[in-house]
C-alpha cells in the first residue's frame, strides 16, 4: 500500500497556485491544490488536522485519491489534467448516476460532498465515504486463493451485474439516459471519435464500425448499464460478496449484454490472444471460471438470450480500440509523459481491432 503523504511533491499535488500577474502557471496543472481543497473539506464539515493523501485505483483517465483528516477518510475522484473533449470525464453527472443506483440497491460508495467548482483543484469533482476492501486484478490478496474462492470471486461478479441489470427503471434511475436507439448510438458515437483520436491509419478500424452497424442485434430489453464493468473495477469484501461497484463515468441506459460483452471481452482467459484489454491477467490462473461459465451463470440467472453476445464482446473491443488510441495520441503530444501503459499502444490498438474483428466473426458464423 502506499504510504499516505503530507507534503506537495511539487508536481501532481501543491499547497497553492501561483498568485498574480508574475506567478508562472506550471507547467503540468497539478491534479490537488491543497489550500483551496482543505477550505472546501472545511466547508462539508470533515473533521480539522492535518491533511494526508494517497493516489489510489489504476485507471487511466480520471483520477482518485483516499484523504484523511481529523480521523476522516474520504475518497476525492476527479478527471484527469486537460484537455479532453468536453463531455467526457463529467465527475458531476458520474457523482448524480452513484446516488441514483445506491438509492436502488445497488452496492457503491456513498457520495458525501460535490464540488462544481474547477478553481478548488482544477477540475470539478465529488467526495464519496471510503469503502474498505480488495480490488482483484493481477494477484490475489490473502484469503482470496484458494480454488473454491477463486469461483465465488467471479460468480459474486456475474451475480452483481445481473443485480444491477434488474434495477427497475424509475425514479432518479429513470433519468440516467435514453435506452432506444443505445447500440446505434454507441457504434456512430465511436465511430466519429476515431478520426477525433488518432493521427495513424489502422484500417481495420474503420471498417468495423461499418460491420458492426450492419450486423447489430435487436436489443431485447433496458437496463442501467454501466459501460466499464470489469472486475478491476469491483472491490470485494470477500470473495463471494462484492463490497461496491465504482467508476460509474459511463453509465447509462441501454442494452445490459453491452456489460456482459466487456466483461468477457476484459476477462483473461489462458490461450487467448493477449491485448491491452486483459484486465484480469489473474483470471489467466487455475481455478478460474472460463469465460462460457461467466455467459452460462449469467444467462441462468437472468433468462437472457446471450446467443449474439460475441457481436457485444466486438462491440466492446473496437471500443477500446478507439478510446486506447486517445490515450496514444496524448501520450505521443507529451501530455502523459510519466504513463507506462500508453507506449504499447502503438501495437494495442492494432491487437484490439484484431479481436474484435474475430469475435465479430464469431458471430457472423453464429458461434459463441
Known sequence: ??????????????RALPAGDDGAAPARPPL???EPLGRFLDGVGMPAGELAWRRIGDGQANVTYELRRGGDRVVLRRGPRP????????MLREARVVAAVGAAGVPVPVVRAVCDDPAVVGAPF???ELVEGQVVTDHLPAGFDGRGARADLVHAAVDALADLHAVPLDGDVAGLGRPDGYLDRQVRRFAQLWPLNTRRSVPLVETLAGRL???????ARAAVVHGDYRLGN????APGRVAAILDWEMA??????????????TYSAPGAAPTPMDLTPVTA???FPTRTDLVDRYAARTGADVGELPWYEALALWKSAIFCEAIYTRWLDGQRPDDAFAPALADGVPALAEAAAHALHRHERGSR
Open 83 to 90: 484537455p479532453f473533449p468536453p463531455s467526457a470525464h463529467d
Open 234 to 237: 469491483l472491490m470485494f469484501a
Open 32 to 34: 490537488l491544490v491543497l
Open 1 to 14: 500500500m502506499t504510504a499516505l503523504a503530507s507534503a506537495p511533491d511539487g508536481v501532481d499535488v501543491v
Open 252 to 265: 447509462t441506459l441501454g442494452d445490459p449484454l453491452a456489460d456482459l460483452g466487456y466483461l468477457v471481452a
Open 213 to 219: 452497424a450492419a450486423t447489430r442485434p435487436a436489443p
Open 285 to 287: 490462473g487455475p481455478g
Open 126 to 128: 465529488y467526495l464519496m
